[in-house]
């Protein structure tokens, strides 16, 4: 009876050890976000032409700038069960003492079988100033359909693409979470730095392609592609999105700071 007090006791003391250690370890070094680290969009899609398929795979991550130096990255769970750090780079200004990273994988088959398409299990992962700040989705982890197309956890509305035509008209897709039926998609434009502005109306789409990769409109995250198109004009044109649905209003303005003609950052 002595003898299994004192394996039991020993067994806790070592238990509350353990945790100890951990509490210790996630206070000193980690700790997740409060406003540190955002995962701001992922985007997956799957291609396939001449018999080869492959999957492009695009991450964007908003953080504070507390340092110069600093590493972004998406901790990402491979097929075998392991985590790896994908390194993020530089992608621009997010404003209010924000920036903004970005992750880009292709994993191509060439004809491998089988084909390494997966889909994505992350976190967003940042390190400054000896600390590391996590934005795991409150504990559930991010997930992503390998050919879903895009994940909004945060935003309401973003511009997804936008491109020149040879026309000179310019093309944008929107990615607007599905909040309700009834909704209004609108592109708030100007050529002339703002002296005056036109708005033209975008329109659901029930799919698009993305190169040689489909995606579905609302797809399995709940998010519809519109489109709209800016008439060519005079100047070259800068603009934001308004997103109105159930009596709201949401914008997408590039952080503050508008947008060109040509979308993403490379």
Not at 29 to 54: C, F, I, M, N, P
Not at 61 to 83: F, R, S
Not at 177 to 194: A, I, R
Request: with cysteine.
């Amino acid at each position: 009876m002595t003898t299994n007090r004192l394996s039991l006791l020993s067994r806790w003391r070592a238990a509350l050890c353990v945790l100890a250690g951990l509490t210790v370890g996630l206070s000193s070094a980690s700790a997740l976000a409060a406003d540190e680290v955002k995962l701001l969009k992922a985007v997956s899609t799957v291609g396939t032409r001449y018999g080869q398929t492959w999957q492009d795979v695009t991450y964007f991550v908003v953080v504070k700038n507390l340092a110069y130096e600093k590493q972004v990255a998406i901790h990402d769970k491979q097929p075998d069960g392991t985590w790896t750090d994908l390194a993020a780079s530089y992608a621009g200004d997010a404003g209010a003492g924000l920036e903004l990273w970005k992750v880009t994988r292709q994993y191509q088959s060439w004809g491998t079988t089988p084909q390494p398409t997966r889909d994505l299990e992350f976190v967003a992962k940042f390190t400054v100033n000896g600390q590391t700040y996590w934005d795991n989705n409150g504990g559930a982890n991010y997930h992503l359909g390998r050919a879903d197309g895009p994940l909004l956890p945060r935003a309401n509305v973003l511009v997804g693409t936008s491109y020149w035509q040879p026309t000179g008209d310019v093309d944008i897709g929107i990615d607007v979470k599905n909040l309700s039926y009834s909704k209004n998609v609108t592109v708030v434009y100007s050529t002339d730095g703002w002296a005056t502005s036109h708005q033209v109306a975008a329109t659901f789409t029930s799919g698009y392609s993305v190169g040689y990769s489909y995606v579905s409109s609302p797809n399995a995250q709940g998010v519809e592609r519109w489109q709209a198109r800016i008439p060519a004009g005079t100047g070259t044109p800068a603009y934001y999105v308004r997103y109105e649905v159930n009596g709201q209003t949401y914008w997408d303005s590039n952080f503050g700071y508008n947008y060109p003609p040509i979308y993403p950052p490379l």
